[in-house]
C-alpha cells in the first residue's frame, strides 16, 4: 500500500463494493492521488463475483473463489473501509447517511450499489421470497436451503421465478449440487421438484434461439419443470400462484427477476429513471448532481441503455476511474460508450456451458473451462495484490486546491509545537458541539463548561480507582476505532470490578485543512462516545492535538466499594478460569498491514473489539469471581503469570479451549506476529511444559497482545458452568473455560500448557 504525509484537500467516497468500484480501488492503489482521502462505504467485508455465483452455488468454487476482498483491496487502496449500510444522501450538505455511523462528507461521490430483484410488483413476494440480490443475503439461505435438504426425508418443491440466464443458471446450479450432496450420501433427489416460472413465452430471451433451445434441452433431461407464460401474481408463506391460475406449495421461492433499485438515491433528489436507477450521462455523472457519479446495475446511461449485467459494470470500471481522477484535478470528464454486444457464458452447474454472443455460440465442457479461466484470471486481479513500496512526502497535484486550500496547507508545514499543536479552538467546538455526554448528578463542571479542569464528587463510601490507555489506530474508520480506544481504556476499570464514572480523552488527529481534521474528530469522538455513554462514563473533558497519526486514548475513573474491589490476586485452588472474548488482534491486525488478511477476518475480530466488558464484569462478579483482568498488550499469558503471582497458585491453562479469533491461527501459522510478540515470548519461563507445548502451532497465540480483549477471570468451580452459560447468554458467544487453579507447588514454573 502507497500512503502519504500530504495533507488532505478532498473527499472522494464510494458507496458499495461493486464491479466498477473494485477496478477504481485497484487502479488508486497502483497510482495514488496524493491529497485525495478515499473512503468506502458498504454493507458487506467481501464482495462476491456475480459470474462465479452459479459455479459456487453448485459446488465448484470456494468461498474465497468468488469473492473480492475489500478489506485488503481497501487498503491496498490507501481507502478508509466504512463498514455500514447507506440509506440517505444530503446532497446539499454534500454528505452520506449510514444506517450506524455520523455522515460521511464527500466532495466527490460515486455509487455502485448493484441492484436487487424487484418484489413489490407482487403482493407477499417482499419476505416470502429469496431474491438472488444482494448475493451474501441469498447465499446465507441457501445453505440453510442446502441443510434442509439434506436433513429432511418429505417431499420438497423449489421455486425459482425468472427464466433469464440467472434464473436459468441459478435452477441448474441448485439442482445439480443437491443432487451430488445427496447422492454422496446414499440417497437420490427424486423427492425434490424443481420450477422455473418466466413471465414470457421463452427462457432466456435475450439469447439466440440455439442458445434457448440448448438450454430448454437441458433443463428437460434435468427434470426441471418449466412454466412459461405464468406470471406470479401472488405470494405467501409456502403458497405461490401464477395469473393463469396455478398454485404450488414451495419449500423455498428464489426471486430471480428484473433488476429493481434503491430507494434512497431518487428520495436524496438525484435523477432516477422509472425503476429508481441513477440517471447518467456518457461521463458517467448523474444528470443532476455533477459531483455525484455512478456505474453498474444501480446506475442508467441514458444515451446507451444496456441490460443489467455484471459485464458492463466491469467494463465501466476504468472510465469511471479515470473520469472521477480527471474530476478531482479539476479537468473535463471524458464521454465513455458502452459496447453493444458482449459474450455471454452460461453453465448448466455441471461444468458444463454454452457461450453466446449476438447469432453465435457454441457449448460443451472446453467452454466451461473458458469461463472458468476468465473468471479466475479477473478475480486474481484483486486477490493477489502486489507489494507496493511507501511513498515519501509528495507534492499536492496541480488543480486538486484551490487557492484557498494552498494557502491552508502552507501554514501546516510551520505549525507550531508545544500547545501550538493543539487543534483549533473553532474545529474542536465544532466537532465536540454534537456530543451529549452521559448525565451524572456527581459531574460538577464537565465537558460543555469552559473551565481549566472538570470538577467531579466522590460519593460517600467508595473509593476511586483510576487508569489510562492511549494507543495509535489500528484500523482506517475513525469512528471504529473510537469505539475500539474507548472499550481499551473502560476494560480496567471493569477488571477491577468498578463503575466508570468519567473520562478524559487524549487524541492525535492527522494535520490537514480544518475540514478534515473535523470530519476525522467528528468521526472518531462519536465512537468514543457511544462506548462511555453505555457504561453511564461522562466524558468530561481532556486534550487533542495534531499529529503524524491518528491515536485515542482515554484516563478513566472509576467508583467502587472498598471491600468489593477485584484485585489479581485473589485467585483461589479449585477456581475455573474463564475468558470471556477470543484472542488473536495481535496477529490478525499484523497480517491485515500486509494485506494477508481476509476481511471477514478482520471484519469478526472488530465486532468482538467493540463489545463492552460492562456486562461480563458484572456477570462474573455475580458468579463469585475473586481475581479478575482485562487481557491486552501482554497477552493472555502475560495477564494469567500476573495473576499467578498475586494469587500464590499454580495453573493448568488448557490449550484447545482458548477461544480464537477466526483466521488467527492461519496468519500464526504463517509466521505473522505482532511487533510485541517477541517481548510477550520472554515470559515462557513461567510455562513449565514450554518445549512439549511449544510443538503445538497454536501455542504462540498465548502471547499475541490484544487490544479491546475480553476479560480473564477466575470463578469457584462449582459456580463456573452457569458463569459461562450466563456470559454466553449475554452476548459473549466464545467465552470458555480455558483452565484450573490449582495449590502452589514447590516448581518454579507455576504455569502448565495442556495440549
Not at 75 to 85: E, K, L, N
Not at 297 to 302: G, N, P, S
Amino acid at each position: 500500500m502507497k500512503t502519504s504525509d500530504t495533507p488532505i484537500v478532498k473527499d472522494l467516497v464510494l458507496v458499495g463494493g461493486g464491479h466498477s468500484h473494485v477496478t477504481v480501488l485497484k487502479r488508486f492503489g497502483m497510482k495514488p492521488l496524493p491529497g485525495v482521502r478515499l473512503t468506502l462505504i458498504c454493507r458487506d467485508a467481501h464482495t462476491p463475483y456475480s459470474g462465479m455465483l452459479p459455479g459456487f452455488v453448485a459446488g465448484h468454487y470456494g468461498y474465497d473463489d468468488a469473492h473480492i476482498d475489500l478489506g485488503a483491496l481497501a487498503r491496498f487502496a490507501g481507502a478508509r473501509f466504512y463498514h455500514s449500510t447507506v440509506t440517505a444522501l444530503d446532497l446539499t450538505a454534500k454528505k452520506v447517511i449510514c444506517d450506524d455511523r455520523p455522515p460521511v462528507p464527500f466532495d466527490l461521490l460515486s455509487i455502485n450499489t448493484g441492484s436487487t430483484p424487484n418484489t413489490d410488483n407482487v403482493p407477499g413476494a417482499t419476505g416470502n421470497v429469496v431474491p438472488v440480490k444482494p448475493i451474501n443475503q441469498f447465499l446465507d439461505r441457501w445453505a440453510a436451503l442446502s441443510e434442509r435438504a439434506m436433513a429432511t426425508t418429505d417431499p420438497m418443491n423449489i421455486a425459482v421465478v425468472g427464466a433469464g440466464a440467472g434464473g436459468v443458471e441459478i435452477a441448474l446450479a441448485i439442482q445439480y449440487r443437491l443432487r451430488q450432496q445427496r447422492a454422496a450420501a446414499g440417497r437420490d433427489d427424486s423427492d425434490i421438484a424443481y420450477h422455473l416460472f418466466g413471465n414470457g413465452s421463452e427462457i432466456l430471451p435475450t439469447h439466440n434461439e440455439r442458445v434457448r433451445k440448448t438450454f430448454a434441452d437441458v433443463l428437460k433431461a434435468r427434470g426441471v419443470h418449466v412454466h412459461l407464460g405464468e406470471a406470479v401474481v401472488q405470494v405467501a408463506p409456502g403458497r405461490l400462484r401464477t395469473a393463469g391460475g396455478m398454485e404450488i406449495e414451495p419449500d423455498e421461492i428464489l426471486w430471480v427477476t428484473a433488476a429493481g433499485a434503491p430507494a434512497w438515491p431518487g428520495e436524496a433528489g438525484l435523477a432516477v429513471d422509472e425503476g429508481g436507477f441513477i440517471k447518467v450521462s456518457d461521463t458517467l455523472q448523474s444528470l443532476s448532481h455533477p459531483d455525484v457519479f455512478s456505474a453498474g446495475d444501480v446506475a442508467a446511461m441514458v444515451n446507451h441503455p444496456r441490460p443489467k449485467s455484471g459485464v458492463f459494470a466491469v467494463r465501466q470500471g476504468k472510465p469511471l476511474e479515470r473520469n472521477l481522477r480527471r474530476m478531482l484535478l479539476g479537468r473535463a470528464p471524458v464521454p465513455f460508450r458502452p459496447q453493444s454486444k458482449f459474450l455471454g457464458l452460461i453453465s448448466t452447474g455441471d461444468k458444463y456451458a454454452v457461450a453466446s454472443r449476438g447469432d453465435w455460440s457454441i457449448k460443451g465442457r472446453l467452454v466451461w473451462q473458458w469461463k472458468d479461466w476468465i473468471d479466475r484470471r479477473f478475480m486474481d486481479k484483486y486477490n493477489d495484490l502486489p507489494d507496493m513500496e511507501e511513498d515519501e512526502k509528495s507534492d499536492l497535484p496541480a488543480g486538486l486546491a484551490s487557492a484557498d486550500q494552498v494557502k491552508e496547507i502552507s501554514a501546516i508545514a510551520m505549525r507550531c509545537g508545544g500547545c501550538g499543536a493543539k487543534v483549533g479552538a473553532t474545529v474542536l467546538s465544532r466537532a465536540l458541539s454534537e456530543l451529549k455526554p452521559a448525565p451524572r448528578d456527581d459531574v460538577l463542571i464537565g465537558l460543555h463548561e469552559p473551565d481549566d479542569a472538570a470538577v467531579v464528587e466522590v460519593p460517600p463510601g467508595k473509593v476511586i480507582v483510576h487508569t489510562v490507555d492511549y494507543f495509535r489506530a489500528m484500523v482506517d474508520d475513525p469512528y471504529v476505532f473510537g469505539k475500539i480506544a474507548a472499550n481499551h481504556s473502560l476494560g480496567d476499570i471493569y477488571a477491577m470490578g468498578a463503575e466508570p464514572q468519567t473520562a478524559l480523552a487524549i487524541a492525535t488527529v492527522p494535520f490537514g485543512i480544518e475540514s478534515k481534521v473535523e470530519d476525522t474528530l467528528t468521526q472518531m469522538m462519536a465512537g468514543a462516545m457511544e462506548i462511555l455513554n453505555d457504561a453511564g462514563c461522562a466524558l468530561v473533558g481532556g486534550h487533542t492535538s495534531e499529529g503524524p497519526e491518528l491515536s485515542l486514548g482515554f484516563s478513566v475513573n472509576g467508583l467502587i466499594d472498598r471491600e468489593r474491589i477485584m484485585r489479581k490476586g485473589g485467585m483461589q485452588p479449585g477456581d475455573r478460569l474463564i475468558v470471556t472474548k477470543p484472542i488473536g488482534t495481535g496477529t490478525l491486525f499484523a497480517a491485515d498491514m500486509r494485506h494477508k488478511a481476509k476481511g471477514r477476518w478482520i471484519a469478526a475480530a472488530l465486532d468482538h473489539m467493540v463489545m463492552s466488558n460492562r456486562l461480563g464484569a458484572q456477570c462474573l462478579v455475580e458468579h463469585g469471581s475473586r481475581a479478575a483482568t482485562d487481557i491486552t498488550g501482554f497477552g493472555l499469558l502475560g495477564h494469567l503469570v500476573e495473576m499467578v503471582r498475586a494469587s500464590g497458585v499454580d495453573v493448568v491453562l488448557d490449550l484447545d479451549a482458548v477461544p480464537l479469533m477466526d483466521g488467527a491461527a492461519d496468519t500464526v501459522k504463517a509466521g505473522i506476529v505482532s511487533s510485541l510478540q517477541p517481548q510477550n515470548v520472554r515470559l515462557r519461563r513461567a510455562v513449565a511444559n514450554q518445549a512439549e507445548a511449544g510443538k503445538d502451532p497454536r501455542y504462540p497465540l498465548i502471547y499475541d497482545p490484544q487490544t479491546a480483549g475480553g476479560l480473564l477471570a477466575s470463578v469457584p468451580g462449582d459456580r463456573a458452568d452457569d458463569c459461562v452459560a450466563a456470559l454466553k447468554a449475554l452476548g459473549y458467544a466464545r467465552t470458555m473455560i480455558v483452565g484450573e487453579v490449582l495449590p502452589q507447588s514447590d516448581a518454579l514454573e507455576p504455569i502448565t500448557v495442556r495440549v
